[in-house]
């Protein structure tokens, strides 16, 4: 298995605080993404990073920050929780020359 | 708007019998990819097709990529009751994966 990891699992919030949801990971790889999933919409791209500071949007950014001030380190920052922000969210990393993602567990986000 | 078109969204079969599941885009990629997802867990990759007309098989699983490089194919022999979960189909272009909505496999025993 890929060494990657989420943290939390699982988080319950109100609507309008700030959220950071964490991905890390042991591969030393410059791709990483953090991806959301719905029913019905499969997985869609928040933000990727392609190194320490580089980062761009994916197809559904609004509402979503992201930082990578470490290699193995990559933030997903929800500054005020909606709840269509309700998901579980993903986080992948890719190696160089590859097309291939690997993912990490998830993470069960409920904003109430 | 899906870039992908994963069909059907649901399939419930018995154990033993065949089944395919299909992706379909108007976009070429540069390889495609199969992903496996079960219940509470991330997509494991099963296989990535990059060349046109490309067939790749794994153990009873069936993978082919369309000549144009637009669409795909799964098909699994013999299906088992460990094949059940959620398939997803992906292309890649620059680095970034477009995905399908899923497909929904139930094999009962």
């Known amino acids: 298995d890929a060494g990657i990891t989420q943290s939390p699992r699982h988080k319950v919030t109100e609507t309008g605080t700030p959220v950071t949801l964490r991905c890390h990971q042991t591969e030393n790889h410059r791709y990483m993404y953090w991806y959301r999933q719905d029913p019905g919409h499969g997985l869609r791209l928040i933000h990727y990073s392609y190194g320490v500071k580089d980062t761009d949007k994916g197809e559904v950014s609004d509402g979503y920050s992201v930082s990578r001030s470490k290699t193995e380190d990559f933030l997903l920052t929800l500054e005020s929780a909606t709840s269509s922000q309700t998901s579980v969210y993903f986080c992948?990393?890719?190696?160089?020359?590859?097309?291939?993602?690997?993912f990490g567990p998830g993470t069960r986000l409920t904003v109430t | 708007t899906q870039l992908l078109e994963q069909s059907p969204q649901f399939l419930s079969i018995q154990e033993g019998e065949n089944l395919t599941v299909y992706c379909n885009s108007s976009?070429?990629?540069?390889?495609l990819q199969w992903y496996r997802q079960e219940p509470g867990e991330g997509p494991v990759l099963l296989v990535t097709v990059v060349t046109g007309g490309e067939v790749k098989k794994l153990k009873r699983l069936t993978f082919q990529f369309g000549d144009a490089r637009k669409d795909s194919s799964l098909h699994i022999t013999a299906a088992q009751p460990g094949d059940t979960g959620l398939y997803l189909c992906?292309?890649?272009?620059?680095?970034?994966?477009?995905f399908g909505a899923g497909t929904t496999v139930t094999v009962r025993a």
């Open positions: 992948a990393i890719k190696p160089d020359r590859s097309y291939e993602q690997y």
């Open positions: 976009s070429v990629f540069s390889s």
């Open positions: 992906a292309g890649a272009n620059d680095y970034k994966l477009s």
